[in-house]
């Protein structure tokens, strides 16, 4: 048998010309639609985000070979716009600034924290404290020169006594938590390590955030409670500038509170007042506050803080290990007739001219409801500051 020609070639399906039509026509399709990867590179859609992350690779390219892109998207954007209205766009996420893609006062704040409040803080808090501990060193404990006496005067009641004790049990938990969040990550991290210090510092800001309220409502009850006793008076001025009897020999008078005490007191109004409504600021931050007045507020509560925290230690020591009987009446509610005489003497004389000194013994027991020895029926220790 012979092979022709045609049997020597492969067998090849014919295609329809209607097919590669139908080919030609996706291909020519596909070309044409924007999106495609063909012609992704030839669109021109404006894009600062775009913009601004070929600027951060060109300038990483030619300055850092080991390039950071976060740290480096953050630098272009502190180029660009420091300085500069925050640029607001739009967004459907409804908040305040919530449109501004860039605001400066956060990395403000970050730095003044940083930079000033924590260092220079420091040195304040270290510095009273040195201060207290060469007081003490040059000038020791002033002692009752008359001795302790036998007699003592009805100074503040229960309700005064828990006010007081209230605010300062706060505060100290407030502070020791404060200075937990400001220093702890320089001090802390060293000795109890990173998780250590992320449990501490979560319990600190819960507890810290919790005692606020606690706080101004304390301060609110002080206020009303002390305000009339602490109105200044003649004599304060000449106490103010003798030291208390610190500067010179010379005995100085004084009144229920001393112009100490009282300095003390409105210190604690007005800076312990800017200290609690600037944390309720950052604390509820849904009022429609924006940047602006929460960096404000940080810095305010930063500042009367770290001031109000050294004064604070101040008062303990002069209330403690610094004075022999100032403590007494925080604690019982009666203060040792000698003491009173030396530190509140024109108190302590109107007091004695109304036969309000009583002995030790005639103290009532905690939990009595008979009236203090010495006060009528219906007085308070209130009526004697007058």
């Known amino acids: 048998m012979q092979l022709t020609e045609m049997s020597c070639r492969p067998s090849v399906a014919p295609v329809s010309f209607p ?14 639609i924007p999106g495609s990867p063909v012609n992704a590179a030839e ?3 404006p894009n600062p985000g775009t913009d601004l992350w070929r600027d951060v690779r ?19 954007m502190q180029l660009r716009y420091e300085g500069q ?49 060469l007081f003490y060193l040059i000038r020791g404990r002033v002692p009752i020169q008359a001795g302790a006496s036998d007699k003592v005067l009805f100074r503040y009641s229960l309700y005064e006594r828990t006010i007081h004790w209230t605010i300062a049990s706060t505060f ?10 400001m220093f702890g990550r320089s001090y802390l991290i060293p000795v109890i390590g990173h998780e250590g210090f992320s449990t501490l510092a979560s319990l600190s800001i819960d507890l810290h955030n919790i005692l606020g309220p606690v706080f101004l ?14 109105i200044y008076q003649k004599g304060d001025l000449t106490w103010l500038l003798r030291g208390g009897g610190v500067i010179g020999k010379k005995h100085v008078p004084s009144n229920f509170f001393n112009m100490g005490e009282k300095s003390m007191f409105w210190l604690l109004v007005f800076v312990g007042g800017t200290i609690a409504i600037s944390g309720l600021i950052m604390l ?14 940080h810095v305010a509560h930063g500042i009367t803080a770290v001031a109000m925290t050294a004064v604070v230690i101040g008062h303990i020591y002069i209330g403690t290990v610094g004075m ?63």
Not at 284 to 297: A, D, E, Y
Not at 361 to 376: C, E, M
Request: charged share 20%; hydrophobic share 45%.
């Open 217 to 230: 409502f304390a301060l609110v009850l002080v206020f009303i409670k002390f305000l009339r006793r602490n």
């Open 284 to 297: 509820f931050p849904s009022f429609g506050q924006g940047r602006v007045i929460m960096g404000l507020s």
């Open 19 to 32: 097919l590669c039509g139908i080919a030609l026509f996706f291909i020519l399709v596909f070309w044409m």
């Open 58 to 76: 060109q300038r990483s390219a030619d300055d850092m070979p080991a390039a950071t892109p976060g740290i480096d998207l953050w630098k272009e």
């Open 172 to 181: 100290l938990l407030q502070a020791f938590t404060g200075l937990i969040m």
């Open 43 to 45: 669109m021109s859609v």
């Open 85 to 133: 209205t925050p640029l607001t766009g739009t967004t459907q996420v409804a908040g305040v600034e919530s449109g501004h893609l860039i605001n400066s006062i956060g990395d403000q704040w970050r730095r003044f924290r940083m930079e000033m409040l924590v260092p220079f803080g420091g040195y304040v808090l270290m510095g009273m404290l040195a201060f207290v501990v």
């Open 324 to 386: 022999e009987g100032a403590l007494e009446g925080m604690k019982t509610g009666y203060c040792d007739l000698h003491w009173a005489r030396e530190h509140h003497d024109w108190w302590a004389q109107r007091c004695e001219d109304d036969g309000k000194a009583i002995h030790r013994k005639d103290i009532p027991s905690a939990g009595s409801k008979k009236a203090s020895p010495g006060l009528t029926t219906g007085q308070t220790a209130e009526n004697t500051a007058e």
